[in-house]
Structure formats: C-alpha cells, structure tokens
C-alpha cells in the first residue's frame, strides 16, 4: 500500500488529556472542541494554545457556536467568521465549520468565503451535511466551493447505517474531495470503513460506561484497538 493510500484516524478532543491520549495512541489528526457532550462547539483561547503548544500532531478547528441546529443568524454567522479568525492566529492545519439554510443547503457564498478566509489551509465541512435534503447536489457545492472533505455518516444515527450513501457518495466524490466517515465508530466496526474507499475516519473514542452528561475524554484501550486495527489494514 503506497502511503497515499493509507487511511488516517481523525479523533475528536475536548480537552488536552483527550489530546495527549489521542497523540499516545497513534492518532493521525485531532479535531479540537470543548463541550463533546453536546456535539462539540468552538474551543476557547487556552485549549487552542496548550494544544497547539503540546501536541506535534496536526489540528482542525471545530467552529461551532452554539448547540442546537445549524441554522444561523446574521449575529452568529458574524461570530463564526470571528472566531475562524481568531483560530488561524494558532499553528493550526485546518478548519471545520458549516451551516444549513431553511431550506436545507448551504450557501455557496458563504462557503466561497470560509473559503478564502482560510486560504490553502484545510476545510471540512462537518456533519450538518447529515441533514441536506440533497447530499449529491450539496457534495457538488462543496466541491465547486474547494472544501477537502466532508465529516459524514451517511445521513444515518451512526456511520455503520449509512454505509451505503457513504460509499455512493465517495463514489460520486472520485477523489475531488474526500468523504470522511464519523459517527459511531469503534473497535468493533472499525474494520468496515478500511476497504480503501475511505482516507480517514473520525472517532471521539468515549468510553462505553460514560454517564449521561458528563464530558467525553478519550479511552485510550479503546482508541489504541481502532489504530492498531487500521495500521494492520495500512501495510496489506
């Protein structure tokens, strides 16, 4: 397997334990948040720093301000391009960010201006795509807009149900953007997203006795079975 070809593991963070336990476990990438237990919302200033001061792997932003939908007002599309400005004043690789219409697409003049905003740094578009009314005409969007991947599981609860829409739309994709499975991902399914169609998975890792509402921190037994899983499949 060429090493363009491997598949890299992505994993959500909130906190600088969860960072350090992802970096331990042969973690690729992070994607920075705080508040996991409610999907994940812009980090603040101080996690941003330790990260960026603590960790040598590469990190994407997660902007997101608030819970809820993702449909925003002026006011909050305003603070979006804010604190997508205040993020790239950190040694980062990449941002990920979106919002939906009420009709249920993006805005291509919106995302042409995340866009240039971050320049040739990374751009995902994270998992509002879940909700489009129709992922293959917003897969075209992103793609004209020049966004590197979508954060998706397939318009289903977890990634292993939306297999099918995952593979279409990779398909569909033919590599002008990649399509990066999240959503339920462990080590027991893990296996199912390295059939070389993916060239990355995001994962949080929490840890399956978690109690309700408290804040997610990696299992690094958890996180280490998926990358020894992938790093298997990466030399065949």
Known sequence: MKMDDRTLVEVCCSSIDSVLKA?????????????????GLTPDDRLLERTCTQSSLPIHVLIRPREGD???????????????????EYPISGIVVGHLSFDLKPDL??????????????LTFHRAFDHVKDP?????QLIDAGFNRVLTSGQAPKAVGGME??????SKADKRITIMPGGGID????????????????????????AEGDEPVVDEVLLAEVTKSVKKQNRY
């Open 23 to 39: 970096q331990r476990c042969g973690a690729d990438r992070i994607e920075l948040c705080k508040e996991l237990r409610l999907d």
């Open 70 to 88: 993702f449909h925003y007002s002026r006011e909050e599309l305003s603070l979006i391009n804010q604190q997508i400005q205040q993020a790239l």
């Open 109 to 122: 003049s919106l995302l042409n201006e995340w866009r240039s905003m971050v320049q040739g740094m990374d």
């Open 136 to 140: 293959f005409f917003v897969l075209e």
């Open 165 to 170: 829409l995952l593979h279409k739309l990779s």
């Open 187 to 210: 080590p027991l399914n893990a296996h199912l997203f390295l059939d070389g169609t993916f060239d990355a998975i995001h994962l949080s890792a929490r840890p399956r006795d978690l």
